[in-house]
């Protein structure tokens, strides 16, 4: 919602744009916002929800309830066949209707040949613990293997500390059939595994699920829910986690899920190569002085002679401009498949460390600034305490470290992404736009490590021209 | 309630052991099992007799029982420690089935060897290109660890 002050400053308008009343205004303004579709115009634009476990249950219970009332079944049968049918309602009344006993055979819910047929005597003894007991202490499941109740409670016992729900089946020798829901909380009467129960068979429909997914933060019960099942970035509203709701780990645009994946993979297989390019220092290019990084900028100045110079590749600062950054491209060798078997290895981990390198320096960079905003804070703190201005005249400091902070993250995922991108005019254009912003983040943790000397019109400049170069590239790129 | 059916199978086995086979309860565990298992005929293990140990775990026969080879053994299946990879021993027991059926399903394991499940990877390469030299070295560790000399 708009703050009084902000109405005002947008109220200085010409007349004929201008409205009569604030209501006016206001009403004018939703209809705007309504009729844009906001991801036209943000390329990571995702619609979720942040559910606590009794609104999944809820949920879950609404399916189920439409599928019991819907073919007349239990609601523990209607469970087995949403999970086995990842909650697709509409698929299983479809099927459902084609051919229902072929469906309920490959949901296990019946066996796939005639059931056991079971003799009426009145003592019947188990094949488990081979002890008779009168008839009325057997229990069997649709595909009728009859089994003392003492046994079945045993058997879910021994399923439930394995951590298995869901895919208990029947005792019998190659019998498919699943156990439902209601079957085993009949027969397991120990709280405690009762409850691990329930907490395990939770966790099962909502993997199954394709519209939910657990939020990956340590010991957070929050599950995320959205229509659109693609590789978006979703927030968790309780611990903050950010995530790919596709794949469930770090949020990793431009870079696609299955990219990631290979590319952390290598990484974890090559940690040993990589390990000795990660020092915190390096010579300075001109005097030849040690320099400790200790900021997230690559941008370097060296205390002793001055020489502005680039961390990454050691060159001139000047020759990084905002004409072609030239830093962040892999120069490839036109001649690499002429040359040896070795040549070509070697080239081939020095493309793969050139990319490494600037992903890791990144991922350091991010940190650094961290610790820098953290020390930041505390500047501002006193200044605050000392009365030169207050919180909200600094506000706008905060706002620009969390923007450099997502600017760097994105920037990070782009090296995997071109490390696998074949050669040609599309990765010339990825590469030109990643080095663009790359300058441009640059800048704005210069201005930001020296934030109280700079001014905050052209801070703010410099966030905003970061901002456009981050959504130019994924709207370019980002492909999901 | 698990006391009785060892009982059960244990009378059985000795009454009526499978052929090629024999299992004895420990004097002082009836968990505990002394299998002896005689090479298939026709497998390079032919000749040979295998010791085996058998345990029935507290949930027997909810839990599948453990058994480990004794004997030396080269099979694509079996490892160093005389582990055995077999489905029936971990996620496809069924409390239905009993130490008999373990046991014929392990003498069949040595007729039929599966190197496209394998839990010793040397061994196993080397019957997926070799055949006929892994035979061999199957038959000759046999003939040295699995000959009782008279
Ligand atoms: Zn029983
Ligand atoms: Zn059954
Ligand atoms: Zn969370
Ligand atoms: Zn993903
Ligand atoms: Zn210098
Ligand atoms: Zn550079």
């Known amino acids: 919602m708009n703050t009084e002050g902000d109405v005002d400053s947008d109220m200085e308008c010409s007349d004929n744009e201008c409205f009569g009343d604030d209501s006016d205004y206001y009403n004018t303004d939703d209809i705007d916002i309504e009729q844009v579709d906001p991801s036209k115009n943000d390329p990571e634009y995702f619609e979720f929800e942040c559910l606590t476990e009794e609104q999944v249950e809820r949920l879950l219970n609404e399916s189920v309830e439409l599928l019991s009332n819907n073919l007349q079944i239990l609601p523990s049968l209607a469970k087995v066949l949403l999970h086995y049918h990842n909650w697709n309602v509409s698929e299983i009344i479809g099927k459902y209707r084609e051919n229902a006993s072929q469906l309920l055979i490959n949901s296990r819910v019946k066996p796939s040949s005639a059931p056991a047929s079971n003799n009426c005597s009145r003592y019947l003894t188990c094949p488990v ?182 961390w990454m590749c050691l060159g001139d600062w000047k020759a990084h401009g905002s004409e072609y950054y030239e830093c962040s491209r892999y120069k490839e060798n036109p001649n690499i498949a002429h040359e040896s078997v070795h040549a070509q290895a070697r080239e081939a981990l020095k493309k793969y460390l050139h990319y490494y390198e600037r992903w890791e320096n990144h991922l350091k960079s991010l940190k650094l600034e961290k610790e820098t905003f953290d020390k930041l804070k505390t500047r501002i703190n006193q200044k605050v305490m000392s009365g030169r201005g207050t919180w909200i005249d600094w506000q706008y400091l905060f706002t620009a470290a969390s923007l450099l902070a997502k600017c760097r993250y994105t920037l990070q995922y782009t090296y995997p992404y071109a490390y696998y991108m074949d050669t040609g005019p599309r990765k010339e254009l990825f590469e030109y736009q990643q080095a663009q912003l790359e300058a441009e983040i640059e800048n704005l943790s210069w201005k930001i490590e020296r934030a109280e000397t700079t001014d905050r019109g052209d801070l703010e400049n410099q966030m905003d021209i970061a901002e456009k170069r981050r959504t130019t590239l994924l709207k370019d790129f980002l492909d999901v | 309630m698990t006391s009785r059916r060892i009982l059960v199978e244990t009378k059985n086995l000795s009454k009526d052991p499978p052929p090629g086979i024999s299992a004895t309860p420990d004097e002082d565990n009836c968990r505990y099992f002394h299998v002896i298992m005689a090479g298939p005929k026709g497998s390079p293990y032919e000749g040979g007799l295998f010791k085996l140990e058998l345990f029935l775990p507290e949930n027997y026969p909810l839990c599948p029982p453990s058994v480990r080879f004794l004997t030396k053994i080269y099979h694509p299946n079996i490892d160093k420690l005389g582990r055995i990879c077999l489905d029936i021993l971990k996620d496809q027991w069924s409390p239905a089935l009993q130490i008999r059926t373990v046991l014929l399903s392990i003498q069949a394991l040595l007729s039929a060897p599966n190197p496209d499940d394998p839990l010793a990877n040397d061994v196993a390469n080397m019957w997926k290109n070799d055949e006929e030299e892994a035979i061999s070295v199957a038959k000759s560790w046999t003939r040295r660890y699995a000959v009782m000399d008279s």
């Open chain 1, 129 to 310: 613990c081979v002890l008779t007991h009168s008839s009325d202490k057997f229990l069997s499941l649709n595909c009728g293997h009859l089994f003392c109740k003492g046994c079945w409670t045993i058997h879910f016992e021994v399923q439930i500390n394995q951590g298995i729900s869901t895919g208990i089946s029947c005792m019998a020798r190659e019998c498919e059939v699943l156990v439902p829901e209601d079957f085993v909380l009949k027969l397991v009467l120990q709280p405690n595994i009762k409850e691990k129960y329930l907490q395990y068979i939770f966790q099962d429909y909502v993997k199954s699920h394709p519209q939910l997914r657990f939020c990956p933060g340590p010991n957070c019960q929050v599950v995320i829910k959205s229509q659109d099942t693609k590789a978006k970035r979703a927030t968790c509203s309780k611990c903050k986690s950010i995530f790919c709701f596709k794949c469930g780990i770090d949020y990793h645009a431009p870079t696609d899920c299955h990219t990631i994946q290979k590319w952390l993979t290598k990484c974890a297989d090559d940690s040993e190569t990589a390990n000795y390019i990660s020092a915190h220092t390096k010579d300075c290019p001109k005097c030849h002085i040690c320099i400790e990084k200790n900021g997230g900028c690559n941008h370097m100045q060296c205390y002793n002679c001055k020489y502005d110079f680039c």
